[in-house]
């Protein structure tokens, strides 16, 4: 049990998280709404709350953004690295940046949002890769049915973090 470690897990059930600077490739809404499934797919999982405000206090900041950003880890234009997330903690912990350099879609052409959100909020609330390439958490973009996304493997990681929940 690490969870007294500051870094692996968050000590709180409700988390909550602000968008910043969006992408011109989707409407907010959609932004908004894909951005929201993400959180509840982990949320189901997890028995954690995410609760959406409009501070920039907000536990988790979401942004799109290019290269040089702020960070210590600028994006790459086009393909190769797509985003990218702090695990949890104060300040830039839990952060997560979408390269908008990619092409964001709903849908199936460019990089799913919705997917590859899922994917950075499991590193926000902790959790490392899978060598499983079923797993949500798998290194690598594959375009996995929005359906289905956790595999048991996931499921079993997020709950070794947190309260487990039964996945139904
Ligand atoms: C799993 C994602 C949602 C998030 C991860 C980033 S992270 C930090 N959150 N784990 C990601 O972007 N992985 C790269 C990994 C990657 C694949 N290639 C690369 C070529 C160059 C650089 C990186 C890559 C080969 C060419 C394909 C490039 C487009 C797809 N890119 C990826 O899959
Ligand atoms: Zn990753």
Known sequence: EYSHIQGTRWNKNVITYSIGRYTRDLPRRTVDSLIESAFSVWARASGLTFVRSHTRSADIIVEFVTHDHGDLYPFDGPRGTLAHA?????GVGGDTHFDDDERWTAGETGFNLFVVAAHEFGHALGLKHSRNPGSLMYPTYTSLHPAN?????????INALYSPVRSH
């Open 86 to 90: 702090f695990g949890p903690g104060l």
């Open 149 to 157: 996304l956790l595999s048991r493997e996931d499921v079993a990681n």
